[in-house]
Structures are given as C-alpha cells and as structure tokens.
C-alpha cells in the first residue's frame, strides 16, 4: 500500500506539490498528481504544501487502537523532538496522556539514540579516519541510495534510533509487545514497512497525536506528570538538534552537518567528488533537523521554541542524573546494511526532446523561458519528465497561456461579428477586424476614446449600471445604413463591457422586398376582386355561383397574404 494518498477532487492542478518535490516523484497524469514511491524519499513536503490539503498519510491508528483494545501490551517509543510540542508545563505529563489512551508503557526513542551513538563510536574506533555518514535519517539514507548510490557504502551500517529502540523494546518487553513510534517524521512510517523483520509495529505523528488527543478529550497542561519507564540521556536527547548527532563523535573524528534538502544535496554532490574526505557527516533532510520535521500540529511552538524547550529538556536530564544505560545489553546488535538503489530514468535522444519542446511551441531557445511554474528547473528537464510519462505537455504555463492567447485571437479575429470590449467608463479597449470595417476605424488609434465619439452609448450604459445583461436587441444606424442585433454583456471581474453585433442589415432589406411583393400581390389580388363584382352584377343570372366562388378563393388569398405581410 502506498504511503501518499491523493484525493482527486482536491487536487487542483496548481503544481505546488511538485515544485516541492526534490526528488521530482510526482507524476502528473490527466492534470492530478500521484506519487511515484520508486523516486520518493519520503520527506513529506508535498502534503505540508498543498494548499488544498488534497494529499494524505497512511494512518496506522486503527491498528493501534485495535491492539489496545484487545489488551496487548502496547509501548510508545516518543521521539525526543517532543518537547514543547503538545503545551506540557513538564515532560512527564506526555507520559500521562499517553498512558490515558491506553499505552501499557511509554518510553523515550532517545534511549535508542543513544545506543546508535555507541555503535557509530565502535566503527569509527575500529575503521580509523575515512568518510562516514549518518544513518538515521530516513530521508537521507532514500536520498542517498536513490541517487547518490555511490555513497551508499559510506553510510554507517546501523540502524536508526527508533529501529534501534523498538529492538531494545521487543529485547525487554518480548516478541509480543506492540511498539508504537511516535514523531514529527513521515519517512518513519515507510522506514518502518520496509525494514526487513522490522520491530516498530505502527508509526504515530505528532500531528495524528494531537488530534486523538483532542477526540479523546485530554488535555495534557492539566494532566499530572507520569514518570516515564526509562529515563533518555542528554547525549540521546541532542539528536532531534542540529549538530545533536555529531556532538557524540567529535572527539573521535571531525565531523560535519548539513539539514535542508537544497544543503543536503550539495553537501552529497560535494562528497562524490571529494575521494579524500575524512570525516563525519551528518545528514538531516528537514530544516533545523528532526525538530523542523513535516507533521507537527498547529498549535506547537515556532522552531526557536521548540529548539529551546528541548535544550531545556537536556538540561533537566543532566540535573536529575541520566537513564538508559543500565538497559542496553553489552552485546546488543543493531546493525544494518544500506544498498544502491538508483532510480532508473529514460535518456531520449537530443530529437526526442525537440520534438516535444515544439509540442509546447518552443522552436528555440529563446522560446525556453526556464521560469520552473511547472516544477521543474528547466523546459529540457520537463522535456524529459514528459517522455518519461512523468508530465504532460499542459503543464507549461507559457505554453498554455499563449495557446490560449492564441485561440482567443483567432476568434476575435475572425469573428463575422462585430465585437467591442469597453471599459467602466464605456472607452473603447478593444475592436476587432469586422468593427473597423464595418466602422470604417483603425483600433489602435481609437482605443482609449470614448464609446459615445462612435455610436450612442445608452444601452450601454443601462448594462452597466444594472448589471443586467441585454441579448439580441435591434438597433439601427442610420448614418451607416445598418440594422443591429446587439448583445451586450458586464463582465464584473475585469469591469469590462463587451458588446456583440451581428450585422442583419441585408436580411432586413430582403424582408423590406418580400413584404413589399406581397403588398402588390394583395393590391393585384383586390382589382380582380373589384372587377369579378362588377362582372357579376352584369351576368349575375349565368355565373352567380362561379363568381362566388371566384370571390371566396381570391379573398382566401388576400387573406393569406395579409397574414404573411405583417398586416398589409
């Protein structure tokens, strides 16, 4: 099942998730998006950025209400990064909601951290100088297998704290025990589906957290603290910090940092080229580290606040006396493997990227604006997106915008309508070809100039001022010989008025010379009429019925040409 879930009546087409995307694993097919796991590192930014919150996260709560409900022993695993997230006066009181939703035991991932840190100390001692680089971001570690693969071997073959702490979970607690991890990182919940054998049985945000327990109704200022059942370390709290994981191994090796992606992928690419390197990297994906993770509630404090609860937090540990090491086995295995994984991409030839930058009317280079609205950095990058049915051709805004300009235009252009666009002060904006025509104006000099320099503006004036549209209204132009059906239009976005004219001048003459020939016809009709009666009186005693009849046939005829006349 896929981490990501889009919902398709949401996603509105604006590309946002995918100018996001560093790694470039959004696919947009038939204008929605999807995520395209192969590629995905799992970072979380696209669903923290859509404006129309189209995009979800697997949730596992069900599960772990279920394993709660059936009265298994459920132990949360609380990622150190908790610290002043939920509006606690004291940490133990997380302890405490925790414990009212129903967990048997709730301990601190940091006791994990602090078992990595002892590993990463161990291979360093035992390896000497070289290049080593943190593997407890899960984000990182996909970066780096997915498209650094080459330093895929120079990641530290442990775990990271919270597979660490879910092994250390199932050693003190059995096989049966349901471990719950619970953070600020979307990357944990794939880390833990694809860990082979993996420990961690279900996976909680900070966010998903807040909101049970506002369903549930507590409130944890008011809670009293709970102990929690092992106390972290200062060292095993600094890893949700900048720098938290290096300040373990300093005095073994000299170490460097990077969090953000843009930072982390140029630290990587720096790497490749840099053979000689000796030195400790660490890696975090989120700006600032864990703490600026993707899935905290609303509600929490900005960055600098929870950077200094958690500094607050260590600080408090270091006074009481630290926990954690009394439960690590000396023997304890947590090591782990990390693989090449690239992401496998098509490569067209230079004509199969021509071809389909001319089918988004880029004939030269100049045409390519490079302006990276549709997510990618360059027009021969989305060139590459669209053959690799990653993108479509839509996609480009200029391209769509002229497209449509384009089509615009020809319409007006070629319209056999008359067509006027004028401001709210009724200034001519636009005219098309038939309006100079017909007008005998030149468009350009007449825009700006007052509708009323043209034509008399009061139906005009009507729509405009009561927003009411006027469909198919004649209207005659004497001093241009020309009969009208004007449609008049308010277009109250732009507060434009646009005005339609469809010249009817010729069928108007036409039916001038019908009614006519039919008035004569009535008139011929009526002199036969007249002489027939006048016969009649005369020979009245041979033809009376024939002229009767004579009369009622020709006045059936008047009567019908009366009626097709329009009353003549």
């Known amino acids: 099942m896929n981490l990501f879930e889009i919902d398709k009546e949401k996603c509105n087409n604006c590309y946002k998730c995918l100018r996001a995307c560093p790694s470039k694993a959004i696919r947009m097919l038939h204008e929605r998006a999807e995520v395209v796991e192969d590629r995905c590192i799992f970072c979380g930014n696209c669903q923290t950025i859509c404006p129309q919150q189209a995009i979800s996260v697997k949730s596992d709560l069900f599960n772990i209400r279920k394993a709660i409900s059936d009265g298994r022993e459920v132990v949360a695993s609380l990622a150190p990064s908790f610290a002043g997230i939920f509006e606690e006066k004291e940490p133990e009181q997380i302890s405490a909601a925790l414990r009212k939703l129903g967990f048997s035991r709730v ?43 080459d330093l895929a071997g120079k990641l530290l073959p442990v775990k990271s704290p919270m597979l660490a702490h879910a092994e250390l979970i199932k050693f003190l607690y059995g096989k049966e025990a349901f471990t719950v991890f619970i953070g600020p990182c979307v990357a944990k919940k794939k880390e833990a589906g694809q860990a082979p054998k993996s420990p961690v049985d279900a996976v909680l945000t900070f966010k998903e957290l807040k909101e049970w327990l506002e369903d549930r109704e507590i409130s944890v200022p008011g809670l009293r603290p709970v102990p929690f059942d092992s106390r972290s370390t200062a060292m095993g709290a600094a890893y949700p910090l900048k720098g938290g994981i290096a300040s373990g191994l300093e005095d073994l090796v000299s170490c460097r940092q990077v969090d953000g992606i843009d930072e982390a992928e140029e630290m990587l690419e720096y790497l490749e080229g840099a053979k000689d390197e000796a030195a400790f990297v660490e890696i975090s994906v989120c700006r600032g580290s864990c703490i600026g993770g993707p899935v ?98 839509s996609m480009c805004l200029p391209y769509m915008r002229a497209r449509a300009e384009s089509l615009k235009n020809i319409i007006f252009d070629n319209s056999p309508n008359i067509i006027f666009m ?136 008047k009567k019908l040409s009366q009626k097709e006349g329009g009353g003549y």
């Open 107 to 149: 301990e601190e991932t940091a006791s994990g951290a602090a078992l990595v840190t002892r590993a990463y100390r161990e291979i360093i001692k035992t390896r000497g100088p070289g290049l080593y680089i943190s593997s407890s971001c899960p984000s990182a570690v996909n970066m780096i297998e997915k498209y650094h693969p």
């Open 296 to 393: 905290l509630p609303p509600s929490a404090p900005n960055y600098y606040g929870r950077e200094k609860c958690i500094q607050n937090y260590r600080q408090r540990i270091s006074a009481i006396g630290e926990g954690g090491e009394k439960m690590f086995p000396p023997a304890f295995d947590i090591s782990a493997s990390y693989l090449p994984k690239p992401v496998k991409k098509a490569e067209p030839e230079e004509k199969d990227i021509k071809r389909i930058l001319q089918r988004m009317w880029k004939y030269t280079e100049k045409d390519q604006l490079n302006c990276e609205a549709c997510g990618y950095k360059n027009c021969r990058e989305k060139a590459v997106a669209v053959f690799e049915g990653m993108a479509e051709t």
């Open 422 to 557: 004028l401001d709210s002060e009724l200034r001519i904006k636009e005219a098309n070809p038939r309006a100079e025509a017909v007008f005998q104006i030149d468009a350009k000099t007449w825009k700006g100039r007052d509708m009323a320099d043209l034509v008399d503006t009061q139906i005009f004036r009507n729509v405009l001022e009561t927003k009411k549209n006027l469909y198919s209204h004649r209207r005659s132009y004497a001093n241009y010989g020309l009969t009208m059906l004007e449609s008049v239009l308010y277009i109250e976005e732009q507060e434009v008025v646009l005005c339609i004219m469809s010249d009817v001048t010729r069928q108007e003459k036409g039916q001038a010379e019908l009614s006519e020939m039919k008035k004569n016809t009535i008139d011929a009709a009526q002199k036969v009429i007249d002489k027939q009666m006048r016969v009649a009186q005369e020979i009245a005693s041979l033809l009376g019925e024939t002229t009767a009849e004579t009369k009622v046939t020709l006045m059936k005829l």
